[in-house]
Nanobody, 124 residues
Framework: QVQLVESGGGSVQAGGSLRLSCAAS????????MGWFRQAPGKEREGVAA???????TYRDSVKGRFTIPVTNAKDTLYLQMDSLKPDDTAMYYCARGGFCWQGSLDRDDYNYWGQGTQVTVSS
């Protein structure tokens, strides 16, 4: 079965960096686009970044220039490099699997498998 397991969260001060990882299993990783989402307490889950097998990427405006999805040779693993972190970035971060056809979407309705999340806390 499809499994997504996030790791790499933690507590950092504003301006710091973290790299999140998402280990995927149970399906052909390269066939689907993948995304990162986050949810802060009392807020809805929002899309942060997404990538497809061709390397096309899209980012939420508030993280552009600070967050990137590194394209690596690591098989079945999705990353999110987060730099210049701000307190507003504090949230539970989730990776998710989308469909076959790249839509450049950060809409959670376009993703159908989710990990359990990893907490990111940024202090001022």
């Amino acid at each position: 079965q499809v499994q997504l397991v996030e790791s790499g969260g933690g507590s950092v001060q504003a301006g710091g960096s973290l790299r999140l990882s998402c280990a995927a299993s149970g399906y052909t990783y390269s066939s689907y686009y993948m995304g990162w989402f986050r949810q802060a307490p009392g807020k809805e889950r929002e899309g942060v970044a997404a990538i497809d097998s061709a390397g096309r990427q899209t980012y939420r405006d508030s993280v552009k220039g600070r967050f990137t999805i590194p394209v690596t040779n690591a098989k079945d693993t999705l990353y999110l490099q987060m730099d210049s972190l701000k307190p507003d970035d504090t949230a539970m971060y989730y990776c998710a699997r989308g469909g076959f056809c790249w839509q450049g979407s950060l809409d959670r309705d376009d993703y159908n498998y989710w990990g359990q999340g990893t907490q990111v806390t940024v202090s001022s």
